[in-house]
């Protein structure tokens, strides 16, 4: 059992089994919806803490790539009435696709080039968003995306939706754990810890980087996904900077080092703010608050923290 | 109005909002010289130079000279705060905990700024009234004048600085080599105070100026960082005559598309010409052939 877990399939069903039994225990259809919004979040932090963690890259643009890929499903299923199992394909593609062109150039400088760009490019898409208005509704939105059938049955409910979501979730993290355990991961572990070494054992530093981010890329393409058919309705106010900004948070927050750490980070600052209520529009300010002690106090995050009556294991 | 009437009125609005790109940019390459990192806080300073001129001037009620001196002033002390408390403490943390930092500051800004203003806009009045000039039949208003002088001014001051003082010149030992600057004596940890001071002070004045024009509000800092920073990677990181030239560029062009082509993509004309630099030639345009080759980004 113990030599189970420490495989990548045996973690993965482990999150697949414990979302189940959360499942039978929460029956509030609030509380259900909240966790399918941490699912949806975990998919894109996943492939932010790779491309943090393993490759040392930032990108402040993963909102973006999260709304192409919600915009691009929910265009193609509701202007041209393509079916879901079309347009899922159209949006991996479409992710990749910009991610490739924005990733070439960019990872093969160093430092902050790969961060600013990003942050442009998600700048642009906002601006697309609110500006092509014949297809995107402009500020206003559009809705009336359809929902998803999945072998004949209709995902019209959020206890239907929810066990959709943590199986794509428990896949993600499937695929991400193999990756890192991987040549490419070793690779990656390589460059994070010195490029020029890396490069001179004959790793494609920038190919490497750049599958990262793109992979990273496709993961918010599928987020955005499951965002469009969940709730039906997209307006560009959700893939702002402020998303892309408080995605990088969640990963630093859980610590960049490590999946798990993403996957902490992302469940507190999902959770948490159903507990800041009254603080209203000020939780920004809340989030900069714990950003700021986190990196000054435990820049590794919140990974692995020791607590007293309870060892936290630390292998990945 | 004929064309030519409404070209110069977009070539003299480009100018002045370059200007203010321009001054981001500066900010950005005096921080980057002297410690490698990219402040994301940069466009907060900006911010809070405007929002803080607007709350001494009219909450405290004092006069608009003195307000805008003093914001120049607080921005200034916050700029040497962040650096005393984050980045300082943080100095030998990997790039990506520093990026961090600087983001969790300008969150901290922004956020803070709306606690403390609100979600609204505020003006400033004019330094020097409302009355505009006429210039074959285009309009100036006077505050232009006052955002193209304090360029100048900024540009002929750091000149100055750079060139004849002791500790300009010791800060920019440490651009070229930290290391070697500290063997020398110059004490580094004091250049990158100064760096981050004289960087929030320049982030403050262009606050305060833009202000009458633009208003201030507390959501403007980090499209105006973005555009400043891609002015900073036109004109050549570091490059202080560069992100001058490149300000007005962009500034230009982005008038020119608002005017001519249309403005709900107005603000997408600098973030495409910023990433059309890092794609072709991520050491500016005024970068020589053979320095782009060496240099390693």
């Keep these: 059992m113990k030599r189970l877990l420490k495989t990548s399939y045996g973690k993965a069903a482990l999150t697949f089994i414990i979302s189940l039994i959360l499942l039978l225990f929460l029956r509030n259809p609030y509380y259900i919806g909240i966790l399918i919004f941490l699912g949806i979040n975990i998919i894109i932090t996943t492939g932010l803490s790779l491309l943090m963690g393993y490759a040392g890259q930032i990108s402040l643009g993963q909102a973006a790539f999260y709304g192409i890929g919600a915009y691009t499903t929910g265009i193609l299923t509701t202007k041209l009435n393509l079916p879901i199992i079309l347009s899922f394909p159209m949006c991996l593609f479409l992710t990749v696709l910009i991610a490739f062109i924005v990733g070439i150039p960019t990872l093969r400088l160093r430092g902050h080039y790969l961060a600013m760009a990003t942050l442009g490019l998600g700048e642009i898409v906002h601006i697309v968003f609110n500006e092509l208005i014949p297809l995107t509704g402009g500020p206003s939105g559009f809705g009336n995306i359809p929902l998803i059938t999945i072998f004949g049955m209709e995902l019209d409910n959020d206890y239907k939706y929810y066990v959709f979501v943590w199986a794509i979730v428990s896949l993600i993290l499937f695929l991400s754990l193999n990756i890192i355990n991987s040549r490419i991961g070793r690779a990656l572990k390589a460059i994070h810890k010195e490029q020029t070494t890396a490069a001179t054992l004959g790793i494609n530093t920038a190919r490497v980087k750049l599958y990262i981010f793109v992979l990273g890329a496709g993961y918010a393409g599928i987020a955005g996904f499951l965002y469009a058919h969940y709730i039906t309705f997209l307006s560009p106010g959700s893939f702002g900077l402020g998303f892309s900004v408080l995605l990088v948070t969640m990963v630093a927050v859980g610590g960049m080092e490590n999946i798990w750490g993403a996957f902490i980070g992302t469940t507190v600052l999902t959770i948490l703010p159903e507990y800041l209520r009254f603080f209203h529009d000020f939780d920004i300010l809340i989030y900069g608050v714990i950003l700021m002690a986190i990196m000054m106090l435990r820049p590794e995050g919140l990974y692995g923290i020791k607590i007293p009556f309870k060892r936290v294991t630390s292998d990945g | 109005m004929n064309l030519g009437v409404q070209l110069l009125q977009y070539t003299l609005s480009g100018i002045t909002v370059g200007s203010i790109y321009a001054m981001v940019a500066i900010g950005f390459n005096i921080i980057y010289n002297s410690t490698g990192i990219i402040n994301f806080a940069q466009g907060e300073f900006v911010m809070l130079g405007g929002m803080t001129a607007v709350y001494l001037y009219k909450t405290l009620h004092l006069?608009?000279?003195?307000?805008?001196?003093?914001?120049?002033?607080?921005?200034?002390?916050?700029?040497?705060?962040?650096?005393?408390?984050?980045?300082?403490?943080?100095?030998?943390?990997?790039?990506?905990?520093?990026?961090?930092?600087?983001?969790?500051?300008?969150?901290?800004?922004?956020?803070?700024?709306?606690?403390?203003?609100?979600?609204?806009?505020?003006?400033?009045?004019?330094?020097?009234?409302?009355?505009?000039?006429?210039?074959?039949?285009?309009?100036?208003?006077?505050?232009?004048?006052?955002?193209?002088?304090?360029?100048?001014?900024?540009?002929?001051?750091?000149?100055?600085?750079?060139?004849?003082?002791?500790?300009?010149?010791?800060?920019?030992?440490?651009?070229?080599?930290?290391?070697?600057?500290?063997?020398?004596?110059?004490?580094?940890?004091?250049?990158?105070?100064?760096?981050?001071?004289?960087?929030?002070?320049?982030?403050?004045?262009?606050?305060?100026?833009?202000?009458?024009?633009?208003?201030?509000?507390?959501?403007?800092?980090?499209?105006?960082?973005?555009?400043?920073?891609?002015?900073?990677?036109?004109?050549?990181?570091?490059?202080?005559?560069?992100?001058?030239?490149?300000?007005?560029?962009?500034?230009?062009?982005?008038?020119?598309?608002?005017?001519?082509?249309?403005?709900?993509?107005?603000?997408?004309?600098?973030?495409?010409?910023?990433?059309?630099?890092?794609?072709?030639?991520?050491?500016?345009?005024?970068?020589?052939?053979?320095?782009?080759?060496?240099?390693?980004?």
Excluded at chain 2, 130 to 136: A, G, K, V
Excluded at chain 2, 203 to 209: D, F, L, R, T, Y
């Design chain 2, 63 to 297: 006069p608009l000279f003195v307000s805008g001196l003093g914001a120049v002033f607080i921005v200034m002390c916050i700029g040497i705060l962040f650096e005393r408390f984050a980045i300082q403490i943080l100095k030998d943390s990997s790039v990506i905990t520093l990026i961090i930092v600087t983001i969790a500051a300008s969150i901290l800004f922004k956020g803070g700024a709306m606690f403390i203003w609100g979600k609204d806009a505020y003006v400033l009045p004019s330094f020097s009234g409302d009355e505009p000039f006429h210039m074959f039949g285009a309009t100036i208003l006077p505050q232009t004048l006052w955002i193209l002088g304090f360029l100048f001014l900024i540009v002929a001051a750091l000149t100055g600085f750079f060139k004849f003082t002791i500790v300009g010149k010791a800060m920019k030992a440490c651009a070229f080599n930290r290391r070697a600057a500290r063997i020398v004596g110059i004490n580094v940890n004091r250049m990158v105070m100064l760096s981050f001071a004289l960087s929030a002070l320049i982030g403050g004045i262009a606050g305060v100026i833009v202000t009458p024009i633009t208003l201030a509000h507390y959501d403007r800092g980090a499209l105006l960082g973005l555009k400043g920073f891609g002015t900073a990677i036109f004109g050549g990181l570091g490059n202080m005559g560069g992100a001058v030239a490149a300000g007005i560029i962009v500034g230009l062009l982005e008038a020119y598309s608002a005017g001519l082509i249309s403005s709900g993509y107005k603000d997408a004309v600098a973030l495409i010409i910023l990433l059309a630099v890092l794609f072709f030639r991520p050491g500016g345009i005024f970068a020589k052939k053979e320095e782009q080759a060496l240099k390693t980004f």
